[in-house]
């Protein structure tokens, strides 16, 4: 049978039956040895529903469903970007500690490691998946999944007694369908026109410019969310029609939060808080701690969801998982902390760390000199970027917003999530709060440690790495005498006499961010610096070539910078070509005496590549050229 739901004139039925009948359900039946389990999940939306107070939502369906199970206040995506954050759900890993940290990477999983599905397939359940993956690792979905694509449904199952895993992912909220509106049209078709609402209805978030073109996106936005009520509301109507709404646990959430500005690609809540209701049926209520209808702010993060489905399952967690199961039995003590990163977004590298806990969320920038809003292809090209951008030129853009157009951002921020939660106001240099920031400081370098950051590995040299060990990194990063104390050091330092002293480590991740330490903060290269500087560009590794180059074109000794530079573009390596790029781009007009050689690289196979190329030569043209 097809599993595609359609939304079909739902509302009448929902108000004609009435709100208290959609989880009235049967008696309860004897429990089965295993439950259902059912993950409805969605696209780039925050808690934007009116359970969780939104009053402008128009969510009857979702609303009910907390209403009869359980809202979770502090779940926290693991990024604020679909791959990375999905990875991490499939392995109940940390992205950052895999190597799936950078959007559309191909991370290498450990052979003797299992994705979740896998263990339920071995415990007896049927595992579908409908149908995006995305999990940002090299693997075979036919591995993990019983059933993965469009037609993927419990359904179809031979044996209709064997207990299923279903996942279902409602795509009409990504953010093409904000910014596409043929997409968005197709996405809300069947919704009546009176249940939408009207461009300038909803209140804007206070760092948008209040313009035709926001208020109209920003429309879009919740009436997509609409059509997904509609779609929960129909999948949840196929449960019941099979007769499977009294053993059937349902799990809703969304895989980061809102595609927009600020939100999307951010470590701020906006971009990592997510909605997360849990219903179970009277069969299973004692396997969810909380009593129907609660409020729960209980710390959820995405690496929980793995465990917490194979401990209702009945499952052990294996010991690589770096998650704890929060429905279930024998539940382990709640985290004081979740955790957080942003790696590559597309074609732009900004390392970034946050800390959260019920009180306060502390962001570290290992890359603070870059903007604070890098120029990205795709998001540039959103309306809502543009009418920023735009407000921002003409001096109208909200003093809330106008740190989206900082040229570079501060090292730390710290922000009472309770007294701040649009998280506006940095507390990081407020004496006030010293000994929180110290605290939530040590928790993120505890963390770091504690799962293996790679994040702190350049790209190239993380993929040169796996390819000559014939290893995962998460293998390397622990079998190799990694010194991670050192590199860790030298990421996080400010003193050019450290950076200066590294530059002839012998590890070569030392040495990367060594000279990558000198570009940023020294102002002068004296004869002894300069000449370790250029001895570097010979280095065994390109990235240690490209991060001295990048030190001696910012020191203004381009002439000696700009020819390792324009060689890496040619590297066989895609991300040796990219980061080259990137330096060409950030160091601006000093790159012009290379524009030719830059123009040479716009057929580069790498998408990403041509895209950073030709930003910097519209920037050296004072063009817009537009790519792909």
């Not at 019941?240 to 470590?267: C, Q």
């Not at 049926?281 to 909380?290: C, F, I």
Request: hydrophobic fraction near 35%; aromatic fraction near 10%.
């Amino acid at each position: 049978m097809k599993s595609q739901i359609k939304n079909t004139g739902y509302f009448a039925l929902f108000f004609g039956f009435g709100l208290s009948l959609l989880f009235s359900f049967k008696e309860p039946t004897p429990e089965p040895v295993k439950p259902n389990i059912l993950w409805i999940t969605t696209e780039d939306i925050s808690p934007n529903l009116g359970c969780y107070g939104d009053e402008f939502a128009k969510t009857p369906f979702l609303d009910q469903m907390a209403k009869d199970g359980v809202m979770y206040t502090n779940a926290i995506a693991s990024a604020p970007v679909c791959a990375p954050a999905r990875s991490s759900i499939a392995t109940g890993m940390h992205q950052s500690s895999i190597g799936s940290q950078h959007m559309r990477s191909k991370g290498k999983f450990p052979e003797t490691f299992k994705y979740y599905p896998e263990y339920l397939r071995e415990a007896g359940y049927f595992c579908t998946n409908n149908s995006k993956e995305d999990y940002n690792l090299i693997y075979k979905a036919s591995k993990i999944w019983d059933e993965s694509g469009k037609e993927a449904h419990w359904r179809n199952r031979k044996n209709k007694d064997q207990p299923f895993f279903a996942v279902f992912n409602f795509t009409g909220t990504h953010e093409s369908a904000t910014n596409l509106k043929q997409k968005h049209l197709d996405v809300i078709k069947a919704i009546p026109k009176d249940q939408l609402i009207k461009s300038g209805e909803v209140r804007l978030p206070t760092y948008f410019p209040n313009t035709e073109v926001v208020n109209e996106l920003w429309t879009r936005y919740y009436n997509n969310i609409t059509a997904l009520d509609n779609y929960v509301a129909a999948l949840v109507d196929e449960l019941k029609e099979d007769g499977l709404e009294d053993n059937t646990i349902i799990m809703f959430y969304s895989d980061h939060g809102a595609g927009v500005p600020m939100h999307k690609r951010w470590l701020y809540d906006t971009g990592l808080k997510i909605p997360l209701i849990v219903y179970a049926p009277e069969a299973y209520r004692h396997l969810v701690p909380q009593s129907d209808g609660g409020v729960e702010d209980e710390l959820v993060s995405f690496v929980d969801l793995a465990p917490t489905a194979l401990n209702l399952a009945g499952i052990s967690m294996p010991e690589n998982m770096q998650g704890r199961a929060f429905l279930g039995t024998d539940l382990s003590p709640a985290r004081d902390y979740v955790y957080a990163s942003r790696d590559r977004m597309d074609e732009r590298y900004d390392m970034q760390r946050a800390v959260r806990d019920k009180h306060f969320k502390y962001i570290r920038y290992y890359e603070f000199t870059k903007p604070f809003v890098q120029y990205m292809n795709t998001p540039e090209k959103g309306a809502i970027m543009k009418e920023i951008r735009k407000a921002f030129e003409e001096g109208r853009l909200p003093e809330a917003g106008v740190k989206l157009m900082a040229e570079n951002k501060p090292v730390e921020e710290l922000f009472d999530l309770r007294n701040d939660p649009m998280e506006l106001n940095n507390l990081a240099m407020d004496s006030e709060y010293a000994e929180t920031l110290e605290k939530m400081r040590n928790a993120h370098l505890s963390w770091s440690s504690r799962v293996g950051d790679t994040g702190l590995i350049p790209e190239p040299i993380l993929r040169v790495w796996e390819e000559v060990h014939q290893q995962p990194i998460y293998s390397i990063w622990r079998n190799n005498n990694i010194p991670v104390e050192e590199i860790q050091e030298t990421a996080l330092s400010n003193s050019v006499a450290l950076f200066t002293n590294n530059l002839s480590h012998d590890n070569e991740v030392v040495r990367y961010w060594a000279s990558t330490g000198i570009g940023t903060y020294s102002d002068i290269a004296d004869p002894e610096l300069r000449s370790l500087l250029i001895s570097l560009l010979a280095d065994e590794y390109p990235s240690v070539q490209i991060a001295a180059a990048r030190a001696l074109c910012k020191l203004g000794y381009e002439e000696i910078g700009l020819p390792t530079l324009t060689i890496s573009l040619q590297n066989d390596d895609e991300w040796v070509r990219l980061n080259a790029a990137l330096v060409l781009d950030e160091i601006g007009e000093k790159s012009r005496p290379v524009k030719e050689k830059l123009k040479e690289v716009m057929t580069d196979d790498n998408k990403y590549v041509v895209r950073v190329v030709n930003h910097t030569l519209n920037e050296l043209n004072g063009g817009n050229n537009i790519v792909e």
